[in-house]
C-alpha cells in the first residue's frame, strides 16, 4: 500500500515563528506536492517537486519554502507564520501506475497560527 | 485558468437512493482521478480514469470518463451512510504534473 506521512497531525504556532512541516513517502515516488485546503477555496497547491532539489512553485508559493534534499521527503517552511496561513495542509506524492500518474495523500496537518 | 467544476455542490439523501456527481470542465485531461475525503482527513485516492469513455466500478461506485476525457461522473448505487463525504475530482492535463481540482461535492447519506 502507498503510503504518506506528515508529520504532525495538528499544529499550534504564533505569529512570527518559523514552520516546519515535513513528509515522508514511502515508495519511491518521484513527484511531491504541497497543498493547503481552506473552506470555499478548495485544494490549493503551494509548490511540488518533480526530484530531489527540484522544486516548482505552484498557485499560491508566498509566504512559503520547500526543501527536497532526499527522494522519500519534502519539507514545507512557513518561514514567518501568519494568522492567514491558518489552513489544512496536505502533502501528497505521485507516481506512474497504469498509463497515469496517481497522486497519493498524507493525512493532513491542522495548523493554526495565533 | 483551468477550472473543474463539480455539481451538485452539496447533495442530502437518504439511505438507499441512487446519486450522480458530476465533474466538467473545458480543458482536456490525460487522466482523471476521484478522491473521497473525510472531515479532519486526507483526500484518499478512488479511482483513476484515462481513456475517453472509460468505466471503472468500484463496488456500488461506477465511475464513467467523458469521450472526449473533458468531464466525468461518479454514480453511487444504494447509497449508504458510509459513503458520506466530501468527493473530489481531479484532472491532469497533459504534459504537467499539476493536478486540476474540482470544487467538491459533500454528500451526507442519512440512515
Known amino acids: 500500500d502507498v503510503k504518506v506521512t506528515q508529520s504532525s497531525r495538528y499544529l499550534v504556532k504564533r505569529t512570527g515563528e518559523k514552520v516546519f512541516l515535513e513528509c515522508v513517502q514511502d515508495?519511491?515516488?518521484?513527484?511531491m506536492f504541497w497543498y493547503r485546503q481552506d473552506p470555499g477555496l478548495g485544494l490549493r497547491l503551494i509548490y511540488f517537486?518533480?526530484?530531489?532539489?527540484?522544486?516548482e512553485k505552484g498557485d499560491i508559493p508566498e509566504g512559503y519554502s520547500v526543501s527536497r534534499e532526499k527522494k522519500e521527503r519534502f519539507s514545507l517552511i512557513l518561514e514567518s507564520a501568519s494568522t492567514n496561513q491558518t489552513s489544512m495542509y496536505l502533502c501528497?506524492?505521485?507516481?506512474?501506475?497504469?498509463?497515469?500518474?496517481?497522486?497519493?495523500f498524507g493525512p493532513g496537518t491542522r495548523l493554526t497560527v495565533t | 485558468t483551468q477550472l473543474l467544476e463539480q455539481s451538485p455542490q452539496f447533495l442530502s439523501i437518504q439511505e438507499g437512493e441512487n446519486l450522480t456527481v458530476y465533474c466538467n470542465s473545458s480543458s482536456v485531461f490525460s487522466s482523471l482521478q476521484w478522491y473521497r475525503q473525510e472531515p479532519g482527513e486526507g483526500p484518499v485516492l478512488l479511482v483513476t480514469v484515462v481513456t475517453g469513455g472509460e468505466v471503472k466500478k468500484l463496488k456500488r461506485l461506477t465511475f464513467q470518463f467523458g469521450d472526449a476525457r473533458k468531464d466525468s461522473s461518479l454514480h453511487i448505487t444504494a447509497a449508504q451512510p458510509g459513503d458520506t463525504g466530501l468527493y473530489l475530482c481531479a484532472g491532469l492535463p497533459s504534459g504537467t504534473y499539476k493536478y486540476i481540482f474540482g470544487t467538491g461535492t459533500r454528500l451526507k447519506v442519512l440512515a
Open positions: 517537486s518533480y526530484d530531489v532539489k527540484m522544486k
Open positions: 515508495m519511491d515516488h518521484e513527484n
Open positions: 501528497a506524492s505521485s507516481f506512474w501506475r497504469g498509463g497515469a500518474y496517481e497522486q497519493y
